[in-house]
């Protein structure tokens, strides 16, 4: 009986009117998550274990894939060198070009608000293929920068992007000129920060770069976690910038994982291979995302807790 009035009133509970109103405002949300996300997650676990091509049914392979990836796919590890390099420069000079620039910015001045607008529009528009193919024809061998060393008196015929050891690095700069989305997230935790403590450092007599270290970095440490995090997934994720400013050449130098799932995927029309490779990243994304969680009890200050 007691079960009975249980379900009974869980039914109730779960069909009042409050609760019915809520699943209508959430249910876009979980169709999309359902349709867009979830499902084709699962699906893409089932056919990494697959031989699949689009046009015929998928063939279970088992680990086959997974295999052929780590031992016998030289392009795959060539991939996975070029994205780690790129992740691991970007990511630091990205967000320390951004904490400059928000330091830079929090001193008050009638022209603030215009430069933050400014310094933000590259990231609005850093991602497009508008401004991939305009930074293309930047570094090309009579491209904008060859002209402007010209003004200085150094002869350049260099194509930046054609020379295996520099074209990296021209992704790189245009991922670092796209600092307006951390930069204005340090901005914001700069402006947190209380006034009293820069005026008691002040009547101990520290200098400002005693302030920057003992007060403004410890208090943007779970800023800095919190970009560190956004912007290592961003930089894994890289496609549009290497795929249209260099297609992954020359000679592999720009080879990104996503460029090579690209090509795996829709030129091969290798989907199997592909959404194995996807799992590969997903699961080392994941493990790098755990190990800065983890690492963050040494590094990251939160003020609630030390009051604790």
Known sequence: MSNINRKKSFRELLMSSENVAGYVFISPWLIGFFV???????????????????????KFVGLQNYVQMFKEDPLFWKSMSVTFFYVFVTVPLKLAFALLLALWLSYKSRLTPFYRAVYYVPSMMGGSVAVAVLWQRLFTSDGVI????????????TSWIGNPRTAIWTLILLAVWQFGSPMLIFLAGLKQIPESYYEAAIIDGANSWQKFVKITLPMLTP?????????MIGSFMTFTQGFIITNGGPVNSTLFYAIYLYRRAF??????????????????????????????????????????
């Open 223 to 231: 800023i800095i976690f919190f970009n560190l995090i956004m912007q």
């Open 267 to 308: 030129q091969f029309y290798d989907m199997g291979y592909s959404c194995a490779m996807s799992w590969v990243m997903l699961i080392i994304i994941g493990i790098l995302t755990a190990f800065i969680f983890k690492s963050s009890t040494f590094w990251v200050y939160y003020e609630s807790k030390e009051g604790e």
């Open 146 to 157: 060859n002209s402007i060393l010209k003004l200085f008196g150094i002869q350049s015929e």
């Open 36 to 58: 867009f996300t979830l499902i084709p997650i699962a699906a893409t676990f089932y056919l990494s274990f697959t031989q699949y091509d689009l046009l015929s049914s998928p």
